[in-house]
């Protein structure tokens, strides 16, 4: 079985400010976990994953993610925010090494930005 | 390329009407998912095809969902007699699958807002 947590459904900051927007998994085999963002009326787009490599990935927009399996956490973190980064972001696992490979999502992060 | 597209991007229905929505991935992806998303919540998964073979269906599709991707192209996904609780975004998403594909980047289309009236 897997699942995410986003903790906060609304996390809002200053233009420029750090942005930090929390994910906690469960899994009962090695993750893959991914961070999407998704703009108004649009899909979904890939910001990053993490497949077992680097534990530090970077990712498009400024974007990176710590994966630190003592704490079963995903944190997505981006040192200045920008305006255009108001967004919804969903944090996502899948299993490796013979896990469910269809993602569960978590409930989304909604980044509200302000000046 | 152009990217996965989705058409309607939007359909208002009455209840009890049926709908088909269509999703075209992108060229080269063998693979295509259909997620459901309601207001405030992350996509759950609904059907998996890999090529024009349906691999995977989840509990979430009722009897009165069915798809199809004929050819392993396009994919279509029909709802028979609507229901109000079927008002929801409906993604597609596909993936270019290699060897174990739990690390695929999924690529996703901007959805079909579907509302049941």
């Known amino acids: 079985a897997q699942s995410v947590t986003q903790l906060g459904s609304h996390v809002s900051v200053s233009e420029g400010a750090l942005v930090l927007l929390r994910c906690n998994y469960s899994s009962s085999v090695p993750p893959y976990l991914f961070w999407y963002v998704q703009y108004p009326n649009q899909g979904l787009q890939l910001l990053l994953k993490?497949?077992?490599?680097?534990?530090l990935v970077k990712g498009i927009n400024g974007f990176e993610a710590e994966f630190k399996k003592s704490e079963t956490s995903f944190h997505l973190t981006k040192p200045s925010a920008h305006m255009s980064d108001a967004a919804e972001y969903f944090c996502a696992v899948s299993g490796a090494s013979g896990g469910s490979y269809i993602p569960t999502f978590g409930r989304g992060t909604s980044l509200i930005v302000h000046p | 390329d152009t990217g996965v597209s989705q058409n309607p991007r939007h359909k208002i229905t009455k209840r009890g009407q049926n709908v088909t929505f269509r999703c075209d991935p992108i060229?080269?992806?063998?693979?295509l998912y259909w997620y459901r998303q309601t207001l405030g919540q992350g996509p759950e998964f609904l059907t998996y095809?890999?090529?024009?073979?349906?691999?995977?269906k989840s509990r979430l599709l009722s009897d009165r969902f069915s798809a199809e991707r004929p050819k392993g192209s396009f994919s279509t996904l029909e709802i028979q007699r609507t229901e109000q609780g079927d008002s929801a975004m409906y993604l597609c998403?596909?993936?270019?699958?290699?060897?174990?594909?739990?690390?695929?980047?999924?690529?996703f289309g901007p959805g079909t807002r579907l509302t049941v009236l």
């Open positions: 993490y497949t077992s490599a680097a534990t």
């Open positions: 095809f890999q090529n024009e073979a349906q691999l995977e």
């Open positions: 060229s080269e992806h063998n693979r």
């Open positions: 998403a596909s993936s270019l699958g290699g060897g174990s594909h739990t690390g695929d980047e999924q690529f």
